[in-house]
């Protein structure tokens, strides 16, 4: 409707006519919406299962009001409020024009604005649900595998690269201890949050825990601790003199003389 009195209140500016006269005519129409109340709205004016028409704004002395499916009168209502639900299931499928006509207490007949809708069967609401559901289901599936999948990718050799106590940048994430292999990493954001803790995988030793984040002290002594258990595993235990001397005169039982 507002579109409608836009339209004609430039066609009038452009060829010079008054728009009193306009606003004259078009405050004589009823104006008529349309809610649904339950059923299928789509798109294209589609509709399906219980629709309401309803007068918006009646005059004060509005009487009576006929509503119209195209030419075939579906019902009157005498009192306010001017609404009247209809099934589009009772008719048939295809374009329809919706209407009404208003009667006021002095005698006068006053149209309505007309609403053009398409009633389509029940199958047409399911359908569009599952083409709507659908792709964002598989647009759901598809982030959760890229945040697995994407940061093993990403991120592969880049912090099992890095030499036993080095400095980490843990990001506003904040980082965790891996209980497996006690090295501290930092937390990916957009892994799986379960309340407090948080389910991710060490870059070091590969393995899936479920972690809370760690202070940034406890972070820097669990990296402090990297470099002593890294000095233990590298270090060659020396072995004892007496134990040298046997393994010497072992050695010599093989040797030609």
């Known amino acids: 409707m507002k579109r409608y009195l836009l339209f004609l209140t430039i066609f009038c500016l452009l060829l010079g006519l008054p728009t009193k006269l306009v ?138 690269s890095l030499a036993p106590g080095a400095p980490r940048n843990y990001g506003i ?14 937390l990916r954001l957009w892994f799986i949050n379960l309340g407090m803790s948080k389910i991710d995988r060490c870059p070091y030793c590969g393995k899936w825990s479920m972690l809370h984040r760690s202070s940034l002290v406890e972070l820097r002594a669990a990296e402090a601790a990297e470099v002593s258990q890294s000095s233990q595993v590298d270090a060659v235990p020396e072995i004892p003199e007496a134990e040298k001397l046997k393994k010497e005169l072992d050695d010599s039982k093989y040797q030609d003389v």
């Open 23 to 160: 606003f004259a005519q078009t405050a004589n129409l009823l104006q008529l919406g349309l809610s649904r109340d339950f059923g299928y709205g789509g798109f294209g004016n589609d509709i399906q299962g219980l629709f309401s028409m309803k007068i918006k704004n009646p005059p004060v002395n509005l009487v009576k009001v006929d509503f119209f499916i195209d030419s075939t009168l579906i019902g009157e209502v005498t009192q306010a409020p001017f609404n009247l639900q209809f099934n589009t299931d009772s008719y048939p499928l295809g374009s329809h024009t919706l209407s009404a006509v208003g009667y006021t207490s002095g005698g006068q007949q006053i149209d309505s604005n007309t609403i053009q809708s398409q009633f389509v069967p029940a199958s047409a609401g399911t359908q569009a649900v599952v083409k709507i559901v659908v792709p964002i289901i598989g647009l759901v599936v598809l982030m959760i595998l890229a945040s697995f999948g994407l940061p093993l990718i990403l991120n592969k050799g880049k912090l099992s």
């Open 173 to 186: 994430g904040g980082g965790a201890i891996c209980p497996k292999c006690g090295r501290p990493f930092p």
